[in-house]
């Protein structure tokens, strides 16, 4: 996977996320890679003050947030401020 840059955790997704995982692989493969994406600070399809507030994230322990949109899906990842928790999840769940 690289060198990350956090620890994501334990990493879990929604049932909705978890539903296509099981019926498509290539939604399967686009979630790992952008779990390995975010792990590496690569924070996706954000604007750049949102890419910056995760550069502050990463100094000062807060929550860190990417998005990622492939073939018309997009997820987001999102890692707990104490590091202890990974999830992915359709925007419409959050």
């Excluded at 790992?32 to 975010?38: G, N």
């Excluded at 100094?59 to 860190?64: A, C, N, T």
């Amino acid at each position: 996977m690289g060198t990350p840059k956090f620890r994501l955790g334990q990493v879990v997704m929604t049932r909705g996320v978890n539903d296509k995982v099981v019926d498509n692989g290539g939604v399967a493969k686009f979630v790992w890679e952008s779990l390995k994406r975010h792990a590496k600070g690569d924070w996706g399809d954000l604007c750049q003050e949102d890419k910056q507030e995760n550069e502050l994230s990463l100094k000062e322990g807060f929550r860190i947030l990417s998005a990622y949109e492939h073939q018309g899906e997009k997820i987001w990842v999102i890692t707990e401020a104490d590091r202890s928790a990974t999830t992915v999840l359709f925007p419409e769940e959050y």
